[in-house]
């Protein structure tokens, strides 16, 4: 399996694939607009990839850096692609791209009571399966409540918050309702 990751830019040939993936694959209350992530995908410290598997359109990835830590926002294989290891190999990959770093990413709360629950877990373990570890902290986005996994260390509160601003900018990022809750 040979993947190909390819900076995003307005004018690439992926990036209608790319837009429309994005929305389906997370809900209203997870996503940023759309725009915001191809404008500040112009920054240095931010890496919007479109993914190709052996020549076949297959996903994105969209990961902030600051310091040493690099965070998974998005991860997103297309429905066509989805059960053939595409998701493992981009993980793979991004260790290999993003090594001697500290590497994490939040999903949904593992919530019993969840209507999505069996879904969760699935992910969850999907992530551990790829060398990620619970790292037994929480995050609140909005009213959204993640869990927190990585790979290479752990993570602070002090440093999400600096990599919230480092990304968003200090007016943009207390926009935001962000809460890091060791």
Request: hydrophobic share 40%.
């Amino acid at each position: 399996m040979k993947l190909n990751f390819t900076k995003l830019k307005p004018s690439s040939p992926d990036f209608r694939r790319v837009k429309q993936l994005y929305m389906r694959a997370f809900p209203d209350d997870e996503r940023a607009p759309f725009l915001m992530l191809v404008l500040k995908a112009k920054k240095k410290n931010v890496d919007f990839w479109s993914i190709r598997c052996n020549d076949e359109w297959a996903g994105m990835l969209y990961i902030v850096n600051y310091r040493d830590l690099s965070y998974i926002f998005y991860l997103a294989v297309s429905e066509e692609c989805r059960g053939k290891g595409i998701g493992s190999a981009i993980l793979q990959n991004a260790r290999k791209l993003y090594k001697d770093r500290r590497l994490f990413l939040a999903i949904e709360q593992i919530d019993e009571a969840s209507e999505n629950y069996a879904e969760r877990v699935s992910r969850r373990n999907f992530y551990i399966r790829n060398g990620f570890t619970e790292l037994h902290k929480k995050l609140r986005e909005g009213k959204v409540t993640y869990d927190i996994l990585g790979t290479g260390g752990d993570v602070k509160g002090s440093e999400y918050k600096a990599l919230m601003k480092s990304y968003a900018g200090s007016i943009l990022s207390k926009l935001f309702t962000m809460e890091f809750v060791d």
